[in-house]
Every structure is written in structure tokens, then in C-alpha cells.
Nanobody, 125 residues
Framework: QVQLVESGGGLVQPGGSLRLSCAASGFILDYYDIGWFRQAPGKEREGVSCRSSKDGSTYYADSVKGRFTISRDYAKNTVNLQMNSLKPEDTAIYYC??????????????????WGQGTQVTVSS
């Protein structure tokens, strides 16, 4: 059974940092593109970052470039999202997802067939 589990969310002040982790069971992470998505209240879900299975290339939404970093932790068998300089507009439920699309940089939800349950990130003073 394919399963993704996110962890690491929480409440942080503006300018702070959080590290989200995505753990997989039932499949090998490196065989799939792993994406991080988020959904803020009243908004559509959007792609935040993606790590390509083909060559490990990483992609970011313009809104998080320079602040977020996606990485593979082989020791813990996770894909992590390091989030720095957090802003109130980063508040959302964050999901990790696995899939295989032709264009991972597009972070098209339809290309990701397996999803985690999400973890809440709240940026507030």
C-alpha cells in the first residue's frame, strides 16, 4: 500500500523557519517526482516545490524561491522542505505528493497520484 506521511508543521512567527518531512511507505521515493503543495483557506491548492525523479532537479514556485529548499534525506528516507523567512501568506496546509509527469517543473496536480494527509503551517505573531 502506497502511503505518504507529512510531518513538521506548526505555528511559527514571521521570519521564522520550519522543516517539513515527507516519508513514504510501499514504494521507493527515488522512483517518483516528489512535490510539495499547499492550500490556504479560501484558495486553490498550488505547487510549491518539486524534486524530479529523473535527475534530482528541483523546482520552486516564484513565491518561495530563495526561501524554501527541497531536499532528499537518504538516511531518513524522506523528502524535506526547509522553509525559511516565513511570511503570514505562507500559512496553509502543506501536502507532499508522488507522481511521474513529463514536466515536473509545472507541478501539475494531475501528474501526482499519491498524496499525504497534509500538515498545517501557520505563520503568525
Amino acid at each position: 500500500q502506497v502511503q505518504l506521511v507529512e510531518s513538521g508543521g506548526g505555528l511559527v512567527q514571521p521570519g521564522g523557519s520550519l522543516r517539513l518531512s515527507c516519508a513514504a511507505s510501499g514504494f521507493i521515493l527515488d522512483y517518483y517526482d516528489i512535490g510539495w503543495f499547499r492550500q490556504a483557506p479560501g484558495k486553490e491548492r498550488e505547487g510549491v516545490s518539486c524534486r524530479s525523479s529523473k535527475d534530482g532537479s528541483t523546482y520552486y514556485a516564484d513565491s518561495v524561491k530563495g526561501r524554501f529548499t527541497i531536499s532528499r534525506d537518504y538516511a531518513k528516507n524522506t523528502v524535506n522542505l526547509q522553509m525559511n523567512s516565513l511570511k503570514p501568506e505562507d500559512t496553509a496546509i502543506y501536502y507532499c505528493a508522488a507522481g511521474n509527469g513529463y514536466y515536473p517543473w509545472a507541478m501539475n496536480e494531475a501528474d501526482f497520484g499519491s498524496w499525504g494527509q497534509g500538515t498545517q503551517v501557520t505563520v503568525s505573531s
